[in-house]
């Protein structure tokens, strides 16, 4: 079974940044595609970032496209979402996902296009 861990959320002002941690383990990091996600309070569970499983291959939501930058080491089973510019919009708990059966697809924009999903990290964003 494939577990998923977010770490690297907390307090930051707006125009700041933060780096989240996504750490797996039980398989080959590799071997499957991650998306970020996020949810603020009151709100639905939106789509972030997604990439592919070598990561040559990336999608942005409108939203962050141009501040956030998804990447990943497969080599350290880790995934990374890089958010610069913060805003108070962007004030949510992050999640991470992965989907272990299916490659590159446009379904990896979808909540339901993931196998797997870590516990969350909340970011907060103060003016």
């Known amino acids: 079974q494939v577990q998923l861990e977010e770490s690297g959320g907390g307090l930051v002002q707006a125009g700041g940044s933060l780096r989240l941690s996504c750490a797996a383990s039980g398989r080959t990091f590799s071997s499957y595609c991650m998306g970020w996600f996020r949810q603020a309070p009151g709100k639905e569970r939106e789509f972030v970032a997604a990439?592919?499983?070598?990561?040559?291959?990336?999608l942005y939501a409108d939203s962050v496209k141009g501040r956030f930058t998804i990447s990943r080491d497969n080599a350290k089973n880790a995934g990374y979402l890089h958010m610069n510019n913060l805003n108070t919009e962007d004030t949510a708990v992050y999640y991470c996902?992965?989907?272990?059966?299916?490659?590159?697809?446009?379904?990896?924009?979808?909540?339901?296009?993931?196998?797997?999903w870590g516990q969350g990290t909340q970011v907060t964003v103060s003016s």
């Open positions: 990439i592919s499983r070598s990561g040559q291959i990336t």
């Open positions: 996902a992965v989907d272990v059966t299916q490659p590159w697809g446009t379904h990896l924009v979808r909540e339901n296009g993931y196998d797997h």
